[in-house]
């Protein structure tokens, strides 16, 4: 029994570190990286309000940066979809994340997109 809870916490305890360290090891380093994993869909973010914080300053970073500006308008607009998900999501678990509310308003206002508002 004590075996079989020692096994639990350890696969817990990893699980929980992935998550939280995914933030900080997913290789998106360019502006390019960063933009394309919004692209794609995949922005990387732990279980802590720190981690989530990082995740939601790199969607509004990656999505001002050059790199973005010289990206064509339905690039542009699925990166902005993807982080403005990202960032509701967020507030249905934390509603007074206002940077949270901060990503999803400018995205929706950038796509023109006021229902969500």
């Not at 305890?13 to 997913?26: C, D, G, H, P, T």
């Not at 732990?46 to 939601?56: R, V, W």
């Not at 308008?73 to 990202?86: G, L």
Request: charged share 20%.
């Amino acid at each position: 029994m004590i075996l079989a809870g020692l096994f639990f916490f350890v696969c817990t305890s990893i699980y929980v570190l992935a998550r939280e360290a995914s933030i900080f090891f997913n290789g998106s380093t360019t502006p390019a990286a960063r933009f394309e994993s919004k692209v794609e869909g995949t922005i990387p973010y732990g279980l802590s309000a720190f981690s989530q914080q990082i995740a939601l300053r790199d969607c509004d970073d990656s999505l001002k940066s050059q790199y973005s500006r010289s990206q064509t308008r339905e690039r542009r607009s699925t990166a902005m979809k993807h982080c403005r998900d990202f960032a509701l999501t967020l507030t249905k678990d934390s509603p007074a994340n206002g940077l949270a509310w901060f990503i999803a308003a400018q995205a929706s206002a950038w796509l023109k997109d006021y229902s969500d508002m």
